[in-house]
């Protein structure tokens, strides 16, 4: 079969070329060690906390919180620190805890507690997220402050009363309910979100890289010299895209492996995981071939399509996680494959099947298609018409 | 027996520019065709045509009985082309290329093994044959060029101004590798510009330029066109050459006279008795001679005759 001829030739050509081994199968899983390791934390936000007093509340509410996986707690001194470290993006949002917090929950008063966040992004998303946590908290505290207001027993006997109450059974049930509020599901490895994100951004620049290429086989005049054997110039055309694909396709299935053999990265459904792949390289063998078709000089393509690699990953959600865009954003972000392909892999994470990733494979294959025979029909002219 | 190939009336152009007008001719089985001409003449436009690369504005080209075009796969079967311009890959081997080019003609893996080595042998790169090219001389290179358009035993073999750039020595090897081919009954389809190959290897020569063929037939047919005429080429320098040689192109017994960078080149009717005009006539424009040749006339001087111009090796 001739397309296989001609997309194994583009194979072998790639592994003689010794910086591939670096950049497309060294590199990749370095960043997500390197991010797994120093920003794995950073994933989840960070909320700090300033308890002006000692209290059973607040300790119970600092607790909570630090139960809670989608977010780490950073214990705060003063006010002014609160201030400047949410202002300098240091935190995503902070909660202050009022002192006398257990005697006017005691004397049956309102209690107020500040959140303050920066508008937008992560730290007013966290806003529901910390106001349910100091509601449960605040659960043992109010049932303590009604058994105290009614006189039926003191302040702290109340409180320890009431945590054992809300320590039995049907308690338990708040408790897990509110873990589906975090932002990112407390299954999130510190390598899942990062492996996933570097495995769509570098398929797609090792695909457009891939476009310089096609280039230099027609600069070389080797698509010439193959047009003047007995092969069409579909046949021709197909062997390139074939070899693209199978470039792209080798790429993120080891990373894929890669990253669950030496990180431990929870994918979820194999099958599905595979599938985003192979249709996430269908993309970039296409996009590949676009760039191949625009250009005359490889080198120009090859900086361009890292330039548009690194860009489209960015506005795609393969740098920052796409649920930290601002609605408006997200929707723009949408138009890059990577955010397709982004929330078919958060979907199997959280359990989905490739049923559940059919839009999103569906989205994808469009992209492919489209990009594909656009390119196809542009080849043909450059090949055929010098 | 029937042509191997019969090109009619192929005309192409780039924008304004007529790059093919009418071109066309026909090669016999075994027979070894030239394409004479100089740098522009159509000669690359003509056989990429042929080859089935580029499609003609107008006319028909006809292998093996079956009409070409790019898109037509069956007659490309029975070509082979070595292009101008190496057509190689840098990062394979030269019996990987063989190999990638063997399959796409259709060879399974055995024949393709056993072609390549053949092919090896026979362009001399058999000791090198598993290095990189990019690591290869340029004549080397241009062997390797040569070898994948002959390794499926083509019933044509074109090529296109193979010798150019290359060192005497390879070039010599590849004019006698041509010469066998043809003994063995490959046709040949070859452009040039240098008279000599084109007088040692061809049957027959069209002689082509600004994209029509000029004159065509054997190497005697086109020397007759010319009659008893002498070519004298004068080594000069100094003064306007191309008005020196416009001069003499009116004197009585000067059929035509070419200028170019290193000389004049003239058909003349009785060379010596002319010769001392000629040469007084230059020292008059300010022109210093620094040699003169008188040859009988071969196909220099026929392209001198059809063209006015000089047809130099560049
Ligand atoms: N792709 C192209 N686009 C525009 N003009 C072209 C193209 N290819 C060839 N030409 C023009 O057509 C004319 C004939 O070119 P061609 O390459 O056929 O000449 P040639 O006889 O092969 O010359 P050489 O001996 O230099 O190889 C030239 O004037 C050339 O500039
Ligand atoms: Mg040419």
């Not at chain 1, 202002?87 to 500040?114: C, K, M, V, Y």
């Not at chain 1, 990373?255 to 993309?283: N, T």
Request: aromatic share 6%.
């Amino acid at each position: 079969m001739k397309p296989f001829t001609i997309a194994w030739v583009n194979l072998k050509r790639l592994f003689r070329d010794r910086s591939t081994y670096f950049f497309v199968f060294i590199f990749p899983l370095a960043l997500i060690l390197l991010i797994g390791l120093q920003f794995g934390g950073d994933f989840l936000p960070q909320v700090g906390v300033l308890a002006t007093e000692e209290g059973t509340t607040a300790t119970e509410i600092v607790d909570a919180l630090e139960a809670e996986p989608g977010l780490e707690v950073v214990p705060l001194r003063t006010e002014a620190e609160l201030v400047d470290q949410v202002e300098r993006g240091n935190l995503d949002a902070a909660l202050t805890i009022p002192a006398g917090l257990d005697q006017s929950l005691a004397a049956g008063q309102p209690a107020e507690l500040g959140f303050i966040a920066r508008p937008g992004g992560t730290g007013a998303a966290l806003a529901p997220v910390v106001g349910e946590v100091v509601q449960r908290s605040l659960l043992a505290a109010n049932a303590a402050a009604f058994v105290s207001v009614q006189g039926l027993g003191d302040f702290p006997t109340s409180v320890a009363l009431a945590q054992q109450v809300e320590n039995g059974i049907p308690a338990a049930e708040v408790t897990e309910e509110t873990v589906g509020e975090s932002l990112f599901p407390a299954s999130l490895g510190r390598f899942d979100l990062g492996a996933s994100s570097q495995l769509i951004l570098f398929m797609f620049i090792t695909a457009l890289s891939g476009g310089a290429v096609l280039i230099q086989t027609r600069q070389l005049g080797l698509s010439r010299r193959m047009l003047s054997t007995p092969t069409s110039v579909t046949t021709i055309i197909g062997g390139e895209a074939l070899g693209r694909f199978a470039v792209v396709a080798l790429q993120g299935i080891y990373i894929m492996i890669g990253a669950l053999l030496i990180f431990g990265v929870h994918w979820g459904d194999p099958v599905a995981a595979i599938a985003i792949v192979l249709v996430f390289s269908a993309v970039g063998a296409g996009a590949a071939m676009v760039i191949g078709t625009l250009f005359r000089n490889a080198e120009q393509a090859a900086g361009v399509g890292i330039m548009v690699g690194l860009g489209m990953a960015a506005l795609g959600g393969a740098m920052l996680p796409l649920q930290l865009f601002s609605p408006t954003l997200q929707r723009i972000a949408h138009f890059t494959p990577h955010a397709w392909a982004s929330d078919a892999f958060a979907k199997i994470r959280d359990q989905g099947n490739i049923i559940d990733i059919a839009p999103e494979l569906g989205v994808l294959a469009a992209y492919a298609v489209v990009l594909i025979l656009f390119a196809s029909w542009r080849l043909r002219v450059a090949i055929t018409r010098p | 027996m029937a042509n191997v190939m019969e090109a009619h009336d192929l005309a192409k152009r780039f924008g304004d520019l007529v790059a093919v007008d009418g071109v066309g001719f026909s090669i016999a089985p075994g027979e070894t065709y030239g394409l004479l001409g100089p740098n522009g003449a159509g000669k690359t436009t003509t056989i990429s045509i042929i080859a089935g690369l580029l499609e003609a504005d107008a006319g028909k080209v006809e292998v093996g009985g079956e009409t070409i075009s790019p898109s037509a796969i069956g007659p490309k079967r029975r070509m082979g082309l070595v292009p101008q311009d190496l057509a190689i890959y840098p990062d394979l081997t030269a019996r990987e290329n063989l190999h990638f080019f063997g399959r796409l003609y259709g060879m399974d893996n055995n024949e393709v093994k056993e072609r390549s080595n053949r092919v090896l042998e026979m362009i001399g790169l058999t000791d090198r044959a598993d290095d990189l090219t990019k690591e290869y001389s340029g004549g080397m290179k241009r062997r390797l060029n040569i070898g994948i358009g002959l390794l499926h035993g083509p019933e044509l073999l074109i090529l296109d101004e193979p010798t150019v750039g290359v060192d005497p020595q390879s070039r010599n090897a590849i004019l006698e590798a041509v010469e066998a081919l043809s003994g063995e009954g490959m046709a040949v389809l070859y452009t040039t510009h240098y008279m000599e190959e084109a007088e040692r290897l061809c049957d027959r020569v069209g002689i082509i330029d600004q994209g029509r063929i000029k004159a065509e037939g054997t190497r005697r047919e086109l020397v007759n066109l010319v009659g008893q005429k002498d070519r004298v080429t004068i080594a000069a320098a100094g003064g306007q050459l191309q008005e020196a040689a416009r001069r003499l192109s009116g004197l009585e017994g000067v059929e035509e006279a070419g200028a170019d960078d290193q000389g004049i080149t003239l058909l003349v009717v009785e060379a010596g008795r002319l010769l001392p005009v000629i040469l007084s006539e230059l020292s008059q424009n300010g022109i210093s001679v620094s040699g003169v040749t008188i040859e009988e006339p071969d196909l220099e001087a026929v392209f001198l005759h059809l063209t006015g111009k000089a047809l130099r090796d560049v």
